[in-house]
Every structure is written in C-alpha cells, then in structure tokens.
C-alpha cells in the first residue's frame, strides 16, 4: 500500500510516474470519477488513455461518471465516442455509463491494484500562459493538491 500526498505546486507528477508501474499488466481497466464532464477533464481522460496505449496490455476501459444535464451528457458522449473509435484502432475496447449516485474517483485494475485520487485526473493547475514550460508536459506542470492511495487487493 502506497499513500502520498501530492502538495500544491509540487511539479514531477505525471501520470506515467503515478498509474505507469501499476498498468502494466492489466487487462481490464475500470474507472469511476463523476467529474469527466468538461472539455479538460476529457482531455485529461484522454491523456490517461494514451498512457494505457503505451503501457500495452489493456483490452478494456470501462468509464462510469456523471453529468449536470441532458445536453451535457450528449456533448461528452459525443468526445466519449471519438475516443471509443480512436482506442479500438489499439485494440482496447472503451465503453461508458452515466451515474447520478457515485461520488468517490478510483481506477481498479484486473491486476489487483486499486488507485484511489482524491481530485482523480484532474490533478493540474492550468497554466498562466499555454505558451509555457509545463503546459503541455505534465512533470512540469505545478499541481493541485491531492492524495493518492495505492492498494494491492
């Protein structure tokens, strides 16, 4: 079990050297955050995505979230479906579902690990300028806070 807490401005936290070691391996990726509703947030689920690629061995990512809305649901379905497309092209099966109830953000992985972050993707202060150092390069990027909770189940 690995407990960390992530201070604010802290800078070297990128998702490889937060999820990367505990990917590996794992077939089956579930992810329960309700806040994946804003073009950012897709975004960082997006990056997350990516990292998976990378990793390899993904066959599945199964996402439950939420939404304010109707129309809100219907825009990120839309995002949610072009990332669909973009991931089968890696072989990796993304599919999605809507839930008024979760509240808690964790990733559980067919490998046994269970990642628990309080502020789940969206860990990232957005920069001053996207024309800065760390904008596009998570380790350099200043944090939020958060804490992170790594279990072996």
Known sequence: MA???IFYGDTGHSYESIFGRHLRGARKITIEDPYIRSQHQVLN????????????TAESIKLTTGTDSQYQQG???EKFTHLQESLQEHGIEFTW???DVIH???IRLDNGWLIKIGRGFDIYQK??????VGANDHDLRPCLETKVDIFKR
Not at 45 to 56: A, H, M, P, T
Not at 127 to 132: G, K, L, N
């Open 3 to 5: 407990l960390t807490t």
């Open 45 to 56: 689920l997006v990056r997350f995505c990516e990292l998976v690629v990378k990793i390899g």
């Open 75 to 77: 825009e990120v379905e």
């Open 97 to 99: 579902k809507f839930s």
């Open 104 to 106: 808690d953000r964790e």
């Open 127 to 132: 920069p001053e300028s996207w024309f800065m």
